[in-house]
């Protein structure tokens, strides 16, 4: 079968390209509802690879390039299943399917293993709003960020970076006992919407002094759990300053740049440091959790269609790229297929 989806070619290029696929016995083909840009594809768009990445010769489960170009797009994104290979039981024509995997769902239509639930495509749960499901690869790593930060009821918890993780993982600590939820963000925008999500307090490091507004808050103790959401060295150096003695820091972002960080803080005040990342968990974790955080979306526990802020279809994928990576007041590009 033949049908069009987005590649980035080279760094800032996008086009969309006609693949050719064929269905292997294993995998399901569905037709694409709505797909969106995660800040990992932003790195692609920008040139930033792994560490190694140049000499790293593997290729995904869809034979596509992995860490060079041409780079199929898309792992985050919904559709209704088209057509099933002969080994696959566990969805049939017509269902509402979310990808959990690079299947390349910037496009017309997206292949997506589907021998194990979650663990390629999950099944949206019964009567889902489809903008919502969407939606469920990216909300659900938040929603799991939330879910294991530690957060007790009574607690201050800071999130570093406001984006669409950080708006969600603000939402979900908040719900789970937080007794007051600091955001920290450089957009003020951002800042706006935090709040309009319940967000207790804001703070942009642009005008305010952060350490010091923290620890006037917590009575010079610091917080119990700080999250990083921001994606570089300093956020996570934010988190490092602020967190109180024998707190919980949640590393939640990929960053990729070479980074300096002054850790003797991690050390000497007994940090419990936490990586976040639902998608790296084993595989029966990884599943369990993918079936909570589509339940929570659906019983609507958490607010996300206020963070979809730009839509764009794969016509316009340059576009869509460029103003996801250039436009501050972004949270969450959604590309349709038309």
Not at 276 to 291: G, K, P, S, V
Not at 300 to 318: A, D, M, R, S, Y
Request: net charge negative.
């Amino acid at each position: 079968m033949k049908y069009q989806s987005l590649y980035i070619t080279k760094p800032g290029k996008v086009e969309l390209l006609e693949r050719d696929v064929k269905i292997r016995p294993f995998e399901a083909l569905v037709k694409t509802f709505a797909s969106s840009i995660c800040g990992t594809e932003k790195n692609y768009f920008l040139g930033h690879m792994p560490r190694g990445s140049a000499t790293n010769k593997f290729k995904r489960s869809n034979g596509e390039s992995m860490y060079s170009y041409p780079m199929l797009m898309g792992h985050e994104g919904c559709g209704y299943v088209e057509e099933v290979g002969s080994a696959v039981t566990i969805c049939k024509k017509g269902d509402l399917v979310a990808s959990f995997c690079v299947s390349g769902t910037m496009g017309e239509y997206f292949l997506c293993p589907a021998s194990e639930e979650g663990y390629g495509l999950a099944l949206a749960p019964e009567g889902m709003d489809p903008i919502i499901a969407s939606q469920g690869e990216p909300a659900a790593c938040a929603i799991y960020a939330g879910l294991q930060s530690g957060v007790e009821l009574g607690d201050t918890v800071a999130v570093i970076g406001a984006g669409f993780a950080g708006q969600i993982i603000a939402q979900v600590v908040k719900k789970m006992g937080a007794y007051k939820v600091i955001v920290v963000d450089i957009v003020d925008g951002k800042l706006t919407l935090a709040k309009e999500m319940g967000a207790d307090i804001v703070l942009n490091p642009a005008k305010n002094d952060v350490a010091a507004a923290v620890l006037e808050e917590t009575k010079g103790e610091g917080v119990d759990i700080a999250i990083e959401a921001g994606g570089n060295a300093d956020t996570v150096q934010m988190c490092s300053d602020i967190l109180k003695h024998g707190g919980i820091l949640g590393l939640y972002s990929w960053i990729l740049d070479p980074t300096k960080i002054f850790v003797d803080r991690w050390h000497n005040d007994g940090f419990d440091i936490r990586t976040l990342a639902l998608m790296h968990r084993i595989r029966h974790d990884r599943i369990w959790f993918i079936r909570q955080a589509l339940s929570i979306m659906n019983r609507g526990l958490v607010q996300i269609k206020p963070l979809l802020t730009h839509t764009f279809t794969i016509q316009e994928g340059q576009k869509a790229f460029e103003t996801a990576c250039n436009d501050p007041d972004v949270c969450k590009v959604q590309i349709m297929p038309k």
